[in-house]
């Protein structure tokens, strides 16, 4: 079974940084593709950031230069440094990886970001 565990959300005060963290189990091949989405309130889940197995980072417009996605494959974890943090970051931050055809999620951390 496929499991994500996302942690490091909270709150901050505009210009602050925050790092998410995506734990995953019961995936051998930790390079599998895998993203950041968010949900504002009142708004659809949206992209945030993602990674392929050989391929680089992909980012939003609204993250570019601010957001970085790595990952640690010993770790089994895939990271999100959030920089410069706005109040329009506020949302949920969900990870999502791709495996073996099919995608799953985590049950997402909560980023408010403070004006």
């Known amino acids: 079974q496929v499991l994500l565990a996302e942690s490091g959300g909270g709150l901050v005060q505009a210009g602050g940084t925050l790092r998410l963290s995506c734990t995953i189990s019961?995936?051998?091949?930790?390079?599998?593709?895998a993203a950041w989405h968010r949900q504002a309130p009142g708004s659809e889940r949206e992209l945030v950031a993602r990674?392929?197995?050989?391929?680089?980072?992909v980012y939003a417009d609204s993250v570019k230069d601010r957001f970085i996605i790595s990952r640690d494959p010993d770790k089994n974890t895939v990271y999100l440094q959030m920089n410069s943090l706005k109040p329009e970051d506020t949302g949920v931050y969900y990870c999502?990886?791709?495996?073996?055809?099919?995608?799953?999620w985590g049950k997402g951390t909560l980023v408010t970001v403070s004006s």
């Open positions: 019961g995936i051998m091949h930790i390079l599998t593709p």
């Open positions: 990674i392929g197995s050989v391929s680089g980072a």
């Open positions: 999502k990886v791709a495996y073996s055809g099919t995608e799953f």
